[in-house]
DNA sequence: AACTAGCACAACCGCCGATAT
DNA sequence: CATATCGGCGGTTGTGCTAGT
């Protein structure tokens, strides 16, 4: 059966995000979360795709976003992980707090990759291409093939993943605002009373995939978004959103 | 100073599985 | 059961930046 395009290809903006634009979506969900990703844009005045709205959420703005370098346990773990799983980069991203699937896989492909290729290390198998031990070729030499989802998962669970180190975590939690400069400004336009309310960071011990949205959402009370669609014929300008380019222009952000 | 090549990373595309109708 | 829709995932591309010449 023929997809449609997850959106109306006429009238998306697509390229890079503005500041605004960011600006926006972090308001809405902030103050609504995300029920549904395809009534995202509409209601908070984006000419995006819902889809473009959760991946700049989810790789960018969301505030438990680790930024920066991997650590060098973290590395470790991504080279050790990606042995067991291959390029399940989701799976992988679960086990690194503040980690996303996108910035690990850009990392694997353009610095940890090249890195085990130097040091003699089949990045696909995690064996040594010349077949002789290397010291990190003996950690990471477990195959995708040789150890089973299920195996990984009860692994998971009894806690034997190794975890990266307490510092890292620690400056997970503290990035809640987010030390890069073009993000953390606008995390800082917003009330601190409300970034506190809506989000509980967990402590360095635990895992991120416990950070939950504490505050009160709309749809708690039915356990449905039905009223967001209720506004999805709402024209995008009702909410402001008609000077978007030229705010573009004025932050001298380039028009694609 | 100008040009080029390579790098880093944000964003897009297309597919898949789950779920709803 | 068939089809439509959605969220999510992994692969790939495009663009800005930087280092090297």
New binding site residues.
Partial sequence: ????P?CDKLGVK????SAEEDKKLINFILTNGHC???AVPKLAGLLRC???C???WT??LRPDLKRGLLSESEEQLVIDLHARLG?????IAAMLPGRT???I???W???IK?KLLKIGIDPVTHKPMDQQESPIASQSTVTAESRSDDQLQSQENEGQIPSCDNTSATEASSNAGSTDPPISHLWEENSPVLLDELWQFPSSEDDYSSVVITGQMPWDDEGSCEWLLDYQDFGVGDFGSENLDGERSRNGM?S?
């Fill in positions: 059966m023929g997809r449609r997850c697509k390229g890079p995000w549904c990703w395809r819902g889809k473009s959760r991946l700049r790789n960018y390029n399940r980069w989701s799976k699937d996108n910035e896989k850009n990392l492909n353009t610095h090249k380039p694609r």
